[in-house]
């Protein structure tokens, strides 16, 4: 029994010396770098929520024609500027169409411009008395619906010319193509996605926010947002919403993130929830060796290892919470 606490007792000087791990005897006095004295004070607790990566904007590409897609230049991933064509559909329907509304409109003309000349005549020989009241009234009356025949073939003609536009379906703003739901030589149909675009800003962390921690928030405020893959940044807030949801009553919270962020991806964010009393060291000041977690401790005799148990980070992980194995005015070595 003596020779093991004799061992562990040299093991136990080893360690508080800093240096070699193997056994010494000597307990030489180190000359300790900065120190920090540990303290009570009230520390921030913070509560994770979840959340999702999402563009600031957003669009599906979709078409108001049926029509057969002639060409879609674009991949997922493709960079695109704002007015690059995305999209053309076939327009050999609205070919036909509009040479049928272009030869009723000449057509049109025609019987308007004679309806005219005729109201003219019976208006001449009316006023010299040639011909009755209703002859003059009944050329006026033709002249009436030819010009409406007119307008009526000009605004079918428009209506073509607008399908026409439809034809050539342009990027909204500069992005990026995030989806692709078809192919060259699909039927495209009014309201079927073809294309997904996302723009370039940066990115939100849309946080679900239970409502009595969302009221405590503010715009401008920041929070430590982490993604599955192992992004972290710390957002800003942009936005909270004006009242909770009314199916699943968070809040909705969203963060400004980095631009180069995935969209789509699950997010965690730690949002404030109360304050508690504890103690709270730098995290640069913690030991790990293995599963065990300790500081350097600044003794009468130098500096010894202490073993202590941890509890959350924070301040952006900056500093950590102490449940055990430190008191109020130790003094720790950084």
């Known amino acids: 029994m003596i020779r093991r606490l004799a061992l562990a007792s040299l093991t136990l000087g080893a360690l508080a010396c800093g240096g070699d791990e193997s056994p010494s005897t000597d307990q030489t006095p180190v000359a300790p770098g900065a120190t920090f004295t540990v303290q009570a004070e009230q520390l921030t607790a913070t509560m994770p929520v979840e959340g999702t ?19 879609l230049p674009v991949e997922v991933g493709t960079r695109v500027s704002a007015g690059q064509v995305l999209v053309r559909l076939g327009t050999e329907d609205i070919a036909a ?3 049928k509304a272009e030869a009723a409109v000449i057509a049109s003309q025609a ?3 004679e309806a005219r000349r005729h109201a003219a005549r019976m208006d001449t020989l009316f006023a010299q008395d040639v011909v009755a009241q209703a002859q003059r009234d009944q050329a006026r009356l033709g002249l009436a619906q030819a010009e409406s025949q007119l307008a009526l073939a000009n605004a ?8 026409a536009s439809y034809s050539t379906i342009q990027a909204p703003f500069a992005g990026a193509v ?3 739901y078809a192919d060259p030589g699909d039927v495209a149909a009014p309201g079927m996605p073809i294309l997904v675009v996302e723009d370039n800003e ?8 239970p409502a009595d921690l969302a009221a405590g928030l503010r715009r401008g405020m920041t929070l430590r947002v982490t993604t599955v893959d192992g992004r972290t940044a710390q957002a800003p807030i942009r936005a909270i919403s004006g009242g909770a949801d009314p199916m699943t009553r968070p809040v909705e919270v969203r963060a400004e993130l980095p631009a180069d962020w995935p969209t789509g991806v699950s997010a965690t ?4 929830a109360g304050t508690f009393d504890g103690v709270a060291i730098p995290s640069s000041a913690v030991i790990r060796r293995g599963q065990l977690t300790g500081v350097k401790v600044l003794t009468d005799d130098g500096v010894a290892v202490r073993w202590i148990r941890l509890g959350r980070t ?3 992980d900056q500093r950590v919470q102490v449940l055990s194995g430190l008191e109020p005015g130790d003094r720790i070595v950084l």
């Open 269 to 272: 964010g730690l949002v404030p």
């Open 97 to 99: 169409n509009r040479a």
């Open 178 to 180: 995030v989806a692709r």
């Open 111 to 113: 019987a308007a411009d």
């Open 53 to 71: 990566v999402a563009a600031r904007h957003r669009t599906e590409i979709t078409t108001r024609m049926m029509a057969r897609i002639t060409s």
């Open 202 to 209: 940066p990115r939100d962390a849309v946080l679900s926010v």
């Open 156 to 163: 079918t003609l428009r209506e073509v010319e607008t399908a």
């Open 314 to 316: 924070l301040d952006n």
